[in-house]
């Protein structure tokens, strides 16, 4: 009795728990594709500009997409190119980085406005205070070093404030004292008064873990408690918390907080 050739038709399939094994094993062997943080550049200085964009691109998760040399075109840099983080000289010409700035910050639409980092030379500076005040997310001086920069980028992309919560509330008191405003304690309204608790002690520079011992509550409560506060308030991050900590008088610049 002859037994019938095997046709390639005739192979047997695969036991289901092997092609799982298999698949399994193939997926295992795709690496994870980093999400590309999205960058534009806007300096006026092309060699400055070139330079911040080299380094940048340097990066495996980074991605630059365009640059500018004034605030105007970095605005319309964003709204084609819609990045994750913009890195904004405070200085340019047609139009600065705190018009800019709050521009972008007032685009409607799908997408989130990017995130700024403010290029300055001097952390103690008005225009500093006033792209803070516009929606910035923070600053850098210009002679960062590159490792300082990566980290800036991927903090502020991830959603964080930049800026050290001391640090953030300096600049803001000192300008703040310079530069009074009426207060507008109204806009607090909609906070409970345990949020508006959290609201000053972030305005005093406090860390999460600070803030849970200042309070007697764990972690987790104080990233509720802050999360409903920046949600209730239409603010994006703790610098801006700051920010509206001092615009609304609930901190007053010199009654006696430590940095």
């Given amino acids: ?11 047997p399939e695969a036991a289901p728990e092997a092609v799982a094994e298999t698949n399994a094993a193939t997926a295992a062997d795709v690496p994870t594709q980093p999400h590309l943080v999205r960058i534009v550049v ?7 500009r070139a330079g911040y964009a080299g380094l940048l691109a340097t990066q495996p998760d980074f991605t630059v997409v365009g640059t500018a040399r004034d605030g105007a075109e970095a605005v319309r840099v964003c709204r084609e190119q819609r990045p994750d983080v913009v890195l904004m000289d405070v200085r340019m010409p047609v139009s600065d980085g705190i018009q800019a700035t709050a521009e972008l ?3 409607a639409g799908p997408a989130q406005p990017p995130r700024v980092l403010i290029l300055t030379t001097f952390d103690l500076d008005e ?3 006033d792209a803070l005040i516009a929606g910035a997310s923070g600053f850098l001086l210009k002679d960062v070093t590159a490792e300082r920069l990566f980290d800036a980028v991927r903090v502020v992309a991830a959603g964080e404030a930049l800026l050290a919560p001391g640090v953030t509330r300096r600049l803001i ?4 004292r310079l530069k009074p405003r009426a207060p507008r304690r109204d806009a607090l309204a909609v906070l409970t008064p345990r949020e508006s608790e959290v609201l000053r002690l972030l305005a005093e520079g406090l860390s999460n873990p600070e803030l849970a011992g200042r309070l007697h509550v764990g972690e987790e409560t104080v990233k509720t408690h802050v999360s409903r506060v920046l949600s209730k308030l239409g603010l ?4 801006q918390a700051v ?11 010199g009654a006696g907080s430590s940095a």
């Avoid at 009795?1 to 192979?11: L, W």
């Avoid at 994006?236 to 610098?239: G, I, K, S």
């Avoid at 920010?243 to 610049?253: C, H, I, K, R, S």
């Fill in 105 to 107: 910050m007032g685009d």
């Fill in 127 to 129: 225009h500093v205070y």
């Fill in 42 to 48: 806007a300096d006026d200085h092309e060699v400055v």
């Fill in 236 to 239: 994006r991050d703790r610098t």
């Fill in 173 to 176: 008191a000192e300008f703040a």
């Fill in 1 to 11: 009795m002859t037994t019938p050739e095997a046709t390639p038709g005739d192979a």
């Fill in 243 to 253: 920010v509206m900590a001092y615009e609304t008088g609930l901190v007053v610049p």
